[in-house]
């Protein structure tokens, strides 16, 4: 049941990622250059309040660089990794069977 959640929002991601590199396609070609979302606009729209504490709270040193890196990461990019680790996660296991020919 867990396997079947965990790939029902992976595929689910995928398709999100999808989208979102098809807005980020339009867009570029509209403006005859390429722009990508990045995380930070997506997260802006959802929830303002929570990127301004989660900035606050990364501020200063290496963390604030890599959390950076983050935010400025395409938003298709983030839902694309999202949605292949929850399908890694969920995959079926193999029947691995010794002895028994793979061929049938």
Known sequence: MIRFLFRFI???????AFVALVI???????ASRL?????????????????AFWQKQFSGGVSE????AFL???FFVL??????LLLLIGRRKRD??????SRD
């Open 24 to 30: 980020d396609g339009t867009r570029s070609v509209s």
């Open 72 to 74: 400025a990461m395409p």
């Open 35 to 51: 722009i990508l979302a990045p995380v930070r606009d997506a997260w802006a729209l959802v929830d303002p309040l929570s990127l």
């Open 10 to 16: 992976g595929l689910w991601l995928l398709a999100g």
């Open 96 to 101: 691995t069977r010794i002895g028994y020919s």
């Open 65 to 68: 660089a890599l959390f950076g």
């Open 79 to 84: 839902l694309a990794l999202t949605g292949l």
